[in-house]
């Protein structure tokens, strides 16, 4: 996933870009508005980490112009007081969250993972079918017939993942990054135990999966009938 960061401060973009990298996010830094609006023109960003208070062109003209020109972009705001978020509410830009300076990477990542989970693909499907089952993503349920099941929410982010893009390859690291973040369960066999799960609750036969189907060395993609 691809992330840009914006702060007039170099050494602070550096710190930040530096954690995130280490969190396997892809991080482009801009060092002023101006620079931030030419990169996200050409690039597709999955979240934009923007500074408010910066010269000539600060965050706020930034994320009018953004909106303005359709780009829906998630943007997460650092603010230095809180006035500048009453500011930013009031004129309902549309901004998804806001961390107050100081902060530590750990709140920050926190609030990284929250807002890309919440505004991932697929994160409005209200329900699913998937060959002779309905997966209720409100209720946590998967429905076959008069059978009824709970889902685990991983396992519903799972499936609404896969859902986003039916037939592309999500590898485990992919998997893991946008559903969990990669410090909080480090290895492939996370995912590799709740696709055991899922395939049982929704193949017709689990050792010989229809609709959650394994790429070898590359994931697991969905196959919708």
Same mark, same amino acid.
């Given at each position: 996933?691809?992330?840009?960061?914006?702060?007039?401060?170099?050494?602070?973009?550096?710190?930040?870009?530096?954690?995130?990298?280490?969190?396997?996010?892809?991080?482009?830094?801009?060092?002023?508005?101006?620079?931030?609006?030419?990169?996200?023109?050409?690039?597709?960003?999955?979240?934009?980490?923007?500074?408010?208070?910066?010269?000539?062109?600060?965050?706020?003209?930034?994320?009018?112009?953004?909106?303005?020109?359709?780009?829906?972009?998630?943007?997460?705001?650092?603010?230095?007081?809180?006035?500048?978020?009453?500011?930013?509410?009031?004129?309902?830009?549309?901004?998804?969250?806001?961390?107050? $300076?100081? *902060? +530590?990477?750990? %709140?920050? @990542?926190? &609030? /990284?993972?929250?807002?890309?989970?919440?505004?991932?693909?697929?994160?409005?499907?209200?329900?699913?079918?998937?060959?002779?089952?309905?997966?209720?993503?409100?209720?946590?349920?998967?429905?076959?017939?008069?059978?009824?099941?709970?889902?685990?929410?991983?396992?519903?982010?799972?499936?609404?993942?896969?859902?986003?893009?039916?037939? $592309?390859? *999500? +590898?485990?690291? %992919?998997? @893991?990054? &946008? /559903?969990?973040?990669?410090?909080?369960?480090?290895?492939?066999?996370?995912?590799?135990?709740?696709?055991?799960?899922?395939?049982?609750?929704?193949?017709?036969?689990?050792?010989?999966?229809?609709?959650?189907?394994?790429?070898?060395?590359?994931?697991?993609?969905?196959?919708?009938?």
């Amino acid at each position: 996933m691809k992330i840009l960061v914006v702060d007039d401060e170099r050494g602070f973009t550096e710190v930040i870009s530096d954690h995130l990298r280490a969190e396997h996010f892809e991080v482009d830094c801009a060092s002023g508005g101006a620079e931030a609006l030419d990169l996200v023109k050409g690039t597709r960003y999955h979240l934009v980490v923007l500074d408010i208070m910066m010269p000539k062109v600060d965050g706020i003209k930034v994320l009018q112009t953004m909106r303005k020109n359709g780009d829906n972009t998630p943007v997460i705001f650092l603010t230095a007081k809180a006035e500048e978020r009453d500011k930013i509410s009031g004129l309902g830009l549309g901004a998804d969250d806001y961390v107050t $300076k100081p *902060f +530590s990477m750990a %709140e920050l @990542l926190a &609030r /990284i993972r929250t807002v890309l989970r919440r505004t991932m693909p697929g994160s409005e499907i209200a329900t699913l079918k998937i060959g002779k089952n309905v997966i209720d993503f409100q209720k946590l349920t998967v429905t076959r017939g008069s059978r009824t099941e709970e889902m685990r929410p991983y396992e519903a982010d799972i499936i609404r993942l896969l859902a986003s893009e039916p037939g $592309k390859v *999500f +590898s485990r690291d %992919e998997i @893991l990054n &946008r /559903i969990w973040g990669m410090e909080a369960f480090p290895t492939n066999r996370t995912v590799d135990n709740y696709i055991v799960k899922l395939r049982q609750k929704i193949e017709p036969d689990a050792s010989k999966p229809r609709y959650i189907v394994s790429v070898y060395s590359a994931g697991y993609k969905l196959c919708l009938e």
